[in-house]
């Protein structure tokens, strides 16, 4: 990939922080490399390393060891040039302010801002704009968050849980509006623990444990390097301890009349379950998600 068309590059990173306990290792010489016009899901456990790794990013700290790079600049340049808007899971909003009031004033701070009311109606913020933001919910106050980080107009948006507090409607509006960002060509990249929104929205994903990457590529990708498959049916009347000695079958379960079984090769085990209980109907076959990717492999970093 051509660097001239890369918006980070994280060379060799490490950080590490002083606690009572001891010494942490928060990061331990992650690499990573984004595109321009990447959407990119930052995925891991708690501890794990990523709002390390964002803060950074952001330039809000400095890494102890090895590099990174945004738009071919320090972060901390980066930010002050309005290229990168970002919102965090800590800090507030100024108070007794109305929303456009607050939006105006961090426009303000920029050299080429977009219109207070064009960040408005991206946001999707247009019904709340004359509120005063200590009267906003959990949900709208995020999405005020978000706005202010499309105040400046930037090329890179990262975003740490963008979706917190927010009800199903209102996270369906946002990544509706993401999608249309990154058609336009913007980078976006989002930690999060949902991972139903990563496995919809992102390109990529990068996976962290540990202060590693342990894992790098389409959220398709990454699901397959867990080589267990699914398979459910309707069987009632049949034990765990019957389907869980088929061959190929590992672990099976039971939740009323349905049965699921995982397997690391399912075509063993559904002629199995077939011979042995031809009466198994609303069979389904699936691969793993990536939850289950998730899981198995950050036990195992």
């Known amino acids: 990939m051509d660097s001239n068309?890369?918006?980070?590059?994280?060379?060799?990173?490490?950080?590490?922080?002083?606690?009572?306990?001891g010494t942490v290792q928060a990061v331990r010489g992650v690499d990573m490399s984004i595109a321009a016009g990447?959407?990119?899901?930052?995925?891991?456990?708690?501890?794990?390393?990523?709002?390390?790794?964002?803060?950074?990013?952001?330039?809000?700290?400095?890494?102890?060891?090895?590099?990174?790079?945004?738009?071919?600049?320090?972060?901390?340049?980066?930010?002050?040039?309005?290229?990168?808007?970002?919102t965090l899971q800590t800090g507030g909003l100024i108070r007794d302010l109305s929303v456009r009031e607050v939006v105006a004033m961090i426009a303000s701070l920029y050299p080429e801002p977009l219109p207070v009311e064009n960040v408005l109606h991206?946001?999707?913020?247009?019904?709340?704009?004359?509120?005063?933001?200590?009267?906003?919910?959990?949900?709208?106050?995020?999405?005020?968050?978000?706005?202010?980080?499309?105040?400046?107009?930037?090329?890179?948006?990262?975003?740490?849980?963008?979706t917190v507090a927010m009800d199903v409607e209102s996270r369906h509006a946002f990544w509706t509006t993401m999608r249309e960002l990154a058609a336009r060509g913007r980078t976006v990249l989002f930690a999060t623990h949902h991972l139903d929104e990563a496995d919809a929205y992102a390109d990529r994903?990068?996976?962290?444990?540990?202060?590693?990457?342990?894992?790098?590529?389409?959220?398709?990708?990454?699901?397959?390097?867990?080589?267990?498959?699914?398979?459910?049916?309707?069987?009632?009347?049949?034990?765990?301890?019957?389907?869980?000695?088929?061959?190929g079958v590992g672990a099976a379960d039971r939740r009323g009349d349905a049965v699921t079984l995982t397997s690391s090769d399912s075509d063993v085990a559904l002629r199995a379950l077939l011979n042995r209980f031809p009466q198994a109907r609303?069979?389904?076959?699936?691969?793993?998600?990536?939850e289950e990717a998730f899981l198995e492999l950050t036990a195992a970093a």
């Open 5 to 21: 068309t890369q918006t980070i590059e994280i060379q060799g990173v490490r950080k590490s922080f002083r606690t009572p306990d």
């Open 38 to 86: 990447e959407t990119v899901a930052l995925l891991g456990p708690n501890g794990a390393g990523k709002s390390t790794v964002i803060d950074m990013l952001l330039g809000l700290t400095r890494p102890d060891d090895g590099a990174i790079s945004v738009f071919g600049m320090r972060p901390s340049q980066a930010v002050e040039r309005g290229a990168v808007g970002a």
């Open 122 to 162: 991206v946001a999707g913020i247009e019904d709340i704009a004359d509120r005063r933001t200590n009267k906003l919910s959990g949900g709208e106050t995020q999405r005020v968050r978000f706005a202010l980080a499309l105040a400046s107009d930037p090329k890179l948006l990262v975003l740490d849980e963008p």
């Open 205 to 247: 994903a990068i996976m962290l444990a540990g202060g590693r990457v342990i894992a790098d590529g389409p959220t398709t990708g990454i699901k397959s390097l867990v080589g267990s498959r699914k398979i459910r049916a309707t069987l009632p009347g049949i034990s765990v301890a019957e389907l869980s000695v088929l061959p």
């Open 282 to 290: 609303d069979i389904e076959v699936a691969g793993a998600g990536l």
